[in-house]
Nanobody, 123 residues
Framework: QVQLVESGGGLVQAGDSLRLSCAAS????????LGWFRQSPGKERECVAAWGQGPAYYADSVKGRFTISRDNAKNTVYLQMNSLNAEDTAVYYC??????????????????WGQGTQVTVSS
């Protein structure tokens, strides 16, 4: 069983930056497929960034502003979020799966999930 622990959310103003972190308990995490998802009230969970065997995927709404990265030595994946706006307000979740996808934006493809961290952007 892999545990994912997220941190880094908070309340910021439009235009600010945040970096979300997701620390994993498994050393084999370095080969896992990774994803960052977000969910707002009344909306479906959407993938904002994903990374597997190929180049990272970014949703159009965050492309050029968000960056997914990983530190294998720390078993941690990050989501750097710049130029935040009110539409980015959501609960953000990291996800991981041992299957080595090229990348996946489908929540059902991920076995392990973090607890979620709230990001609120005031305009």
């Amino acid at each position: 069983q892999v545990q994912l622990v997220e941190s880094g959310g908070g309340l910021v103003q439009a235009g600010d930056s945040l970096r979300l972190s997701c620390a994993a308990s498994a050393r084999t995490f370095t080969t896992y497929s990774l994803g960052w998802f977000r969910q707002s009230p009344g909306k479906e969970r959407e993938c904002v960034a994903a990374w597997g065997q190929g180049p990272a995927y970014y949703a159009d709404s965050v492309k050029g502003r968000f960056t997914i990265s990983r530190d294998n030595a720390k078993n941690t994946v990050y989501l750097q979020m710049n130029s935040l706006n009110a539409e980015d307000t959501a609960v953000y979740y990291c996800a991981a799966d041992p299957r080595q996808y090229y990348y996946s934006t489908v929540p059902q493809d991920y076995t392990y999930w973090g607890q979620g961290t709230q990001v609120t952007v005031s305009s």
